[in-house]
């Protein structure tokens, strides 16, 4: 297995002194507070009523039940970062665990992911534009709206850079605007228009049967509404007492965006006038569905806060994802994937400061309205998916290799472990074609980079290394394929839920194949006989 101490040697040295300037201030809140606020961006806005127009009232199903399966797949992020926390873990652990082929796969689509904190930003410049009119027109960034981005994103680049205390105090006070603006919304629409017979008439509480509410899963957002929840872990090298912290951070920060969630997709079925339900919930359709439904019951107070808050939720999220990111560079430079020089950490503000200039440029090239490159950009946050695979398969190693180390925070992580690759192996399938066409082939940039930093750092023989990691490229392009026939703007040839069905046959398969490349030899544990057990 490809472990930290098998890539030890003069350079560690360097990287345990970098990582000793880390400042560890972040408590439980501040760390669920970045992990909501990672969660909850803009999409909060539409989030309910996409799902209203797939499921209807069972809507509230599956934000339930998104909240479950975010829960499973977090349960492995909480487990790695209780008991192997650092800064940028989530890039650390397949290095760890599967060699260096699988980390510059994982490293690059963390690299590329940084697009998706451009996306938040030319977010927030589009709903600008209802103030602003000429930042954004003709559905893209004018020049000026460009210049607005770029400004914002150095602000935001700015508040980084002097610790993470302050990070935490402006990111504190940002999640209680993000979670009093909904809750105001809720409580406003709930006392003035609330219709409860829109629960259950209009088609019943299932409108379009109960298998709609896994079609709303995918196709209305709820999966990816509630993802995001792995921010704290990428802090845990700055967390206080992680073992206890970061999985209450995690857990915690999913069960308040749920419960936000629901409440939101509560007050908004009973808010929806009956005029707009004659075609049922199919034919709602607004283009700002709580700020309509506010003027409409004359809330214009209501309506002024969503509008401010359509710029301040991408902002936090913007600014979390800046902070998220300079962690990520910071630990590819860790990983050598990126030049050592990066990964230096200021020793006054324990901020990595070159990580985030970096970061800062690509943010910027991200925003530059090349043609078709917007379309790119906004793919990328799917990239972040691979992580929780990844992650599943670094739990996997690391339980029949280091059990010792486990935190013992989750119990059963020979189930939860596979159950979490092939949770998080639907989340990448149900992006659909449209993204996946671009997000994956782009992550495979990952191989000739690998096969380019393997000629000068030779840690491993080349077949070894490739015996590791062989799993990964296969997994990609199975998925790739997958997608293109598939129900999820794919061909259509593998209907649904037939598709979804076999994504998950593929990740069964997969799973002990790739934690069995990255177990070496001499610790597989034998088959089982009537005198013993494998590690729990």
């Known amino acids: 297995m490809a472990t930290a101490t098998e890539y030890s040697g003069p350079e560690d040295e360097v990287v345990r002194a970098e990582e000793s300037k880390l400042r560890r201030h972040l408590g439980v809140w501040g760390l669920t507070a970045i992990g909501f606020s990672n969660i909850v961006g803009s999409g909060w806005l539409f989030a309910s009523m996409y799902a209203a127009q797939i499921a209807g009232p069972a809507a509230l199903l599956a934000w339930v039940a998104a909240g479950i399966l975010c829960a499973l797949v977090a349960l492995v992020i909480v487990e790695l970062g209780?008991?192997?926390?650092?800064?940028?873990?989530?890039?650390?652990?397949?290095l760890y665990a599967s060699g260096r082929l699988v980390g510059s796969v994982i490293g690059v689509s963390a690299l590329l992911s940084v697009g998706a904190t451009s996306a938040e930003l030319t977010a927030i410049v589009q709903y600008a534009g209802h103030y602003l009119p000429w930042v954004y027109k003709d559905g893209s960034l004018t020049w000026s709206g460009v210049l607005l981005a770029v400004v914002l994103s150095v602000i935001l680049t700015a508040l980084n850079w002097y610790g993470v205390r302050l990070f935490g105090r402006v990111n504190n006070t940002l999640t209680i605007i993000k979670i009093a603006v909904p809750t105001l919304t809720v409580v406003a629409l709930i006392a003035?228009?609330?219709?409860?017979?829109?629960?259950?008439?209009h088609g019943g509480f299932a409108p379009y049967g109960y298998g709609a509410v896994l079609s709303a899963l995918a196709g209305g957002g709820i999966v990816y509404s509630v993802n995001g929840f792995q921010a704290p872990v990428d802090f845990s090298g700055e967390a206080r007492d992680p073992r206890r912290t970061v999985p209450l951070a995690v857990l915690g920060s999913i069960t308040l965006a749920v419960l936000l969630y629901l409440a939101l997709q509560l007050a908004f079925l009973g808010a929806v006038p009956e005029t707009l339900l004659g075609h049922g919930w199919h034919g709602v359709d607004l283009d700002s569905p709580f700020g309509e439904l506010a003027v409409a019951l004359n809330l214009q107070l209501v309506a002024a806060m969503l509008y401010a808050d359509a710029v301040i939720s991408p902002g936090g999220s913007a600014y979390v994802g800046i902070a998220i990111?300079?962690?990520?560079?910071?630990?590819?430079?860790?990983?050598?994937?990126?030049?050592?020089?990066?990964?230096?950490?200021?020793?006054?503000?324990?901020?990595p400061r070159r990580a985030l200039l970096l970061n800062l440029v690509v943010v910027i090239v991200f925003l530059l309205p090349f043609g078709g490159w917007q379309h790119i950009v906004s793919v990328m946050g799917d990239l972040y998916l691979l992580l929780y695979a990844a992650a599943a398969v670094a739990a996997g190693v690391f339980r029949v290799v280091e059990p010792e180390r486990l935190s013992g925070w989750v119990p059963g992580l020979r189930v939860i472990a596979p159950l979490s690759f092939v949770l998080a192996s639907e989340f990448i399938y149900w992006s659909g074609w449209h993204d996946l066409r671009i997000a994956l082939p782009l992550t495979l940039a990952g191989v000739p980079l690998?096969?380019?930093?393997?000629?000068?750092?030779?840690?491993?023989?080349?077949?070894?290394?490739?015996?590791?990691?062989?799993?990964?490229?296969?997994?990609?392009?199975?998925?790739?394929?997958?997608?293109?026939?598939?129900?999820?703007?794919?061909a259509n040839l593998l209907p649904a839920p037939y598709d979804s069905i076999v994504v998950a046959l593929v990740a069964l398969v997969v799973f002990p194949v790739a934690v069995r490349s990255g177990v070496p030899r001499s610790r597989r544990p034998e088959r089982a006989t009537a005198g013993g057990r494998g590690p729990r």
């Open 192 to 201: 003035s228009g609330f219709h409860a017979a829109n629960l259950t008439g």
């Open 82 to 94: 209780a008991s192997r926390p650092e800064a940028g873990g989530t890039v650390r652990w397949p």
């Open 450 to 490: 690998f096969v380019a930093l393997w000629r000068t750092d030779r840690s491993a023989p080349l077949l070894t290394e490739l015996r590791r990691g062989a799993w990964l490229v296969a997994y990609l392009l199975t998925l790739t394929l997958l997608s293109g026939l598939g129900s999820f703007a794919g």
């Open 325 to 351: 990111d300079a962690r990520h560079t910071y630990a590819l430079a860790k990983n050598r994937l990126l030049p050592r020089p990066i990964m230096v950490v200021d020793r006054r503000s324990g901020v």
